[in-house]
């Protein structure tokens, strides 16, 4: 077999769920797509997922995968279970169906606009698992992810955000005004999210108050913040690629204000699948998810009061702007180390974080805060008490 073949192998695997211990997302095919890309052997992407279908960095294996049967989906019903967490292989079923039928282009078209306000769900790894499959040209692994985004639907409401207008600024400098508001009025807005994430919410799945980090993002993405919606003007006149330029630009920087971050890091991964998704859609469809990514952006960093001083995101942004790396041998050698450190590392997200950063390094003309910002690895958290109790699934 090919090392081609066998990653493509590897991506079309239906040997294991998407999910284990309740709502922990499976992150091997994520992982396989960064370590191939990153230059691991393709026999070195296998002993990472076959390693990590044994024993997660979570300290639990993945499971088997769940059989079909308990939903009849229809182009009529499909959306009635959108977020009720049951149907997975129901879901896979409806859209290899739907493929089938359409092609992958109009499936895209026909069915991503309807699932892309729960881009956010399951912390963003649903969306990662669709653009990251259309990404590796996996069929299967795109079909998982649309089945895996109506699973865990839960909306971010980017219809309440004000039509973007005036078109000054640029994503950092709207992000630094967001951090000036927020600094600005800290003990109200925090104490405002504190009382906002303690309440309880029957609209939630029992699951993710299990969870406390999806719990608390799904709680602020319901009621939301004008934070979040009247902030958008950076992006009017712009086209959908020099927004994702900015935003690449703005969350990496965000990134680099808290190094390390397990939830800052989700923003630069989970913005490359929400690029992969855009690129394949109508260019009307397009600026939809360029506003539902800031919604939601902004609604994460509310929900876990990630906001660094302004000042601080300032400095980085003077230090960064318009800085570019030369062409020297040192910086590809500096890259290399970085990418075989990626591969060390039982965390995958790490791998992710090198394998978007060096691409978008090397398309973008070498911005030097890719590399400074790929080089701050993450650890695997640990889990919250509530994990003491089983799952609700």
């Not at 602020?220 to 020099?242: C, E, F, I, N, Q």
Request: charged share 20%.
């Amino acid at each position: 077999m090919t090392g081609s073949a066998l990653i493509d192998e590897l991506l079309a695997d239906q040997s294991y769920y998407i999910e284990f211990n309740g709502h922990l997302t499976n992150h091997a095919k994520h992982a396989v797509v960064a370590l191939h890309g990153i230059g691991a052997d393709p026999e070195e992407v296998r002993r990472y997922y076959d390693n990590y279908a044994k024993l997660t960095a979570y300290g639990y294996g993945l499971e088997p995968p769940r059989p079909a049967g308990k939903l009849l989906l229809t182009e009529q019903n499909w959306r009635q279970y959108l977020g009720k967490r049951i149907g997975f292989a129901d879901y896979c079923d409806f859209f290899d169906a739907e493929e089938r039928r359409l092609g992958m282009a109009e499936l895209l078209r026909r069915y991503v606009p309807q699932l892309l306000d729960g881009w956010v769900a399951s912390f963003t790894h649903a969306t990662i698992h669709l653009g990251w499959g259309l990404d590796a040209g996996s069929r299967w692994m795109a079909i998982e992810g649309l089945a895996y985004l109506a699973f865990s639907f839960v909306p971010c409401h980017a219809a309440r955000a004000e039509p973007p207008s005036g078109g000054d600024g640029s994503a950092v400098t709207a992000l630094i005004e967001i951090c000036q508001a927020w600094e600005d009025d800290r003990d109200q807005l925090s104490h405002w999210v504190s009382e906002l994430v303690a309440g309880g919410s029957a609209d939630l799945h029992p699951e993710l108050a299990r969870s406390g980090l999806q719990y608390r993002i799904a709680r602020m993405l319901s009621v939301g913040h004008p934070l979040a919606y009247r902030t958008l003007g950076w992006s009017a006149g712009k086209d959908v690629a020099a927004c994702f330029n900015e935003l690449y630009y703005a969350v990496s920087l965000l990134y680099l204000a808290q190094p390390g971050d397990f939830v800052l890091l989700h923003l630069i991964t989970s913005l490359h699948a929400m690029e992969q998704i855009a690129q394949r859609l109508p260019a009307e469809q397009q600026t939809e998810v360029v506003r539902s990514f800031w919604v939601g952006m902004v609604c994460i960093v509310l929900a876990e009061q990630l906001f660094p001083k302004a000042d601080k995101l300032a400095t980085l942004h003077r230090t960064f702007d318009g800085r570019f790396d030369p062409a020297d041998e040192w910086l590809a050698a500096d890259w290399q180390q970085l990418a075989v450190r990626a591969r060390l590392e039982e965390e995958e997200h790490n791998p992710k974080l090198v394998y978007v950063l060096l691409a978008l390094w090397r398309r973008a003309g070498r911005p030097s805060y890719c590399r400074a910002a790929a080089g701050q690895f993450t650890r695997t958290p640990a889990l919250p008490p509530s994990f003491e109790q089983p799952p609700t699934e």
